[in-house]
């Protein structure tokens, strides 16, 4: 009976093909005046918009953008699946600036192309040189292939949500590091009405009761994890980072930079108005300044309710109670097994690393002022390492050709002395760690206390990884270790470690590049 089976398996690879689709977008990068707050500011946009323009793809497509640089920055763009899009056989497409590629100069353009393939959900594209992505964002939305469904219920409607950073300054001053305190935070662009500017400008989101909503929240801040809650309403979470987890009910959400949620919003409450809110997670109160106000608004809006009455209000985590917020709905998430693209977690690690992550200080340049201890500035630190970003050739090139004096093959496994982080200083160099194709790494990230306790978010290029542990203090590597999930971990590409804590982290580097 060889005929029907043959017949079959061709059925099956025309219906895969049929279902596939080459997806394509223009992006204009040009400066336009923009107004979220109280006075005009020139900022880079695609498309003259802020957020950037959403693209929309199917499992199994064939994405092409092209880029037309109309600014006066040099750009390149880094996709999330992309931020996470496996860049699989096209590494050079994933738009880390002098990493992958040289930027993209004023006047010229490029074009991405890859394939999106294994992911499903939501994710983010941004700008990738030093701090142009505070402007330069937007969301990708991949939905399942053409006929099949969700692993949850179809929802009545589907809403991106994006968080932002505003600041009432000159981009150029962005490109300084560390970025100023931001002046706002904006939700779809929009800044609310904390601010008597633009309390006529804010996000609303029109609902009907009963009916349950897909929110595809994705924060692009800068450098701020943000918590999210909606008035008097319950939403329940079912993927993180475009991929799918065990449903899980919570009143509040936590994003660091970088992270996306898709979670199911029903509109079960009496027909009226309730805030949506964002505010910080601050969690290094030592060295960073919390401004007074942290909370930006949205609101959501019931069909048939009375525009003219108080909106319910929120309460959002504050004080210590962030710190237990944060590191409950981070870690109380996991994978939807069984689902689609779900991986088992591979038992047999070949590469273990332990990376100390955290600030450190760095000489200040000669002729300037820092703000760091002893006149020198902040810098963040792996293994007391901090990457000095090549000047003359991006890695991939240097590596595909065999270029000497780009970089160095000697990042450490572990800091040079474990366990003993009071050493101030870090070493600015380009190093890199070689990995062998197919091998499993497993990564034990310990955050440190040098400068500050700080919760910091740690994003992975080109995969998704399993996070199989979070926790406080020093991490033990004997009963930490009889604790790690290996069932049902969460799969991320962007992880937040906890402050003054640690996280463990492993993943194929079946991604050549």
């Excluded at 049929?18 to 107004?35: C, L, M, Q, R, W």
């Excluded at 609902?207 to 800068?222: D, P, S």
């Excluded at 400068?451 to 994003?459: A, K, L």
Aim: net charge positive.
């Amino acid at each position: 009976m060889p005929f029907p089976i043959q017949a079959f398996l061709i059925a099956l690879l025309f219906s895969s093909i049929a279902s596939a689709a080459i997806v394509e977008h223009v992006f204009n990068v040009e400066d336009v005046v923009v107004k979220p707050l109280c006075q005009e500011q020139m900022i880079p946009s695609v498309n003259r918009s802020l957020p950037g323009p959403t693209i929309n793809v199917r499992e199994g497509d064939t994405l092409v953008v092209h880029v037309i640089n109309n600014s006066t920055y040099n750009i390149t763009i880094h996709w999330y699946f992309l931020h996470g899009v496996f860049q699989r056989n096209s590494p050079w497409m994933d738009g880390a600036n002098m990493i992958t590629q040289c930027p993209i100069q004023p006047g010229y353009n490029f074009t991405y192309r890859f394939d999106i393939t294994g992911q499903e959900g939501t994710l983010l594209w941004h700008a990738h040189v030093v701090n142009l992505r505070a402007t330069l964002h937007g969301a990708i939305i991949i939905r399942p292939r053409s006929g099949r469904p969700y692993p949850f219920p179809k929802p009545y409607k589907e809403v991106p949500i994006i968080f932002a950073q505003w600041w009432n300054v000159d981009l150029a001053v962005l490109q300084l590091r560390p970025a100023p305190i931001a002046d706002a935070f904006l939700i779809n662009g929009l800044a609310g009405n904390t601010y008597s500017c633009s309390k006529n400008r804010m996000y609303n989101l029109k609902v009907v009761q009963g009916k349950t909503y897909l929110l595809r929240i994705i924060n692009a801040a800068l450098n701020t994890h943000l918590f999210f809650k909606i008035a008097n309403h319950n939403v329940t979470v079912v993927a993180i980072d475009a991929a799918y987890t065990t449903p899980y009910v919570s009143d509040v959400m936590l994003l660091t930079p970088g992270q996306t949620v898709d979670a199911l919003l029903t509109a079960d409450q009496p027909i009226g108005l309730y805030y949506m809110t964002i505010s910080a997670y601050i969690s290094a109160h030592p060295i960073v300044p919390v401004p007074t106000d942290r909370t930006i608004n949205g609101l959501i809006v019931y069909e048939g309710a009375a525009l003219n009455t108080s909106p319910a209000k929120t309460t959002m985590p504050e004080g210590m109670n962030q710190i237990s917020t944060a590191h409950r709905f981070s870690s109380n998430i996991t994978s939807l097994v069984g689902g689609p693209h779900w991986t088992p977690v591979p038992r047999h690690v070949d590469e273990k690393m332990f990376i100390t992550m955290g600030l450190g200080l760095d000489p200040c340049p000669l002729g300037t002022k820092c703000i760091g201890p002893l006149g020198q500035r902040y810098a963040g630190s792996l293994n007391n390492r901090t990457f000095a970003i090549p000047q003359t050739l991006s890695l991939q090139e240097a590596y595909f050709y065999n270029i000497s004096g780009i970089y160095t093959d000697d990042f450490p496994n572990q800091p040079p002395l474990k366990f003993d982080y009071t050493n101030f200083e870090v070493k600015r160099k380009t190093s890199v760690k070689k990995l062998k194709f197919n091998s499993t790494v497993e990564l034990i990230v310990q955050n440190t206390g040098i400068i500050t306790s700080e919760s910091h978010p740690m994003h992975l290029h080109g995969f998704n990884f399993y996070v199989l542990g979070y926790g406080f203090g020093n991490y033990d590597p004997i009963n930490d270790a009889r604790k790690l999930n290996l069932v049902n971990p969460q799969m991320r590409n962007t992880v937040g470690v906890p402050p003054g804590g640690w996280v463990v982290l492993r993943f194929i580097a079946n991604n050549p590049g």
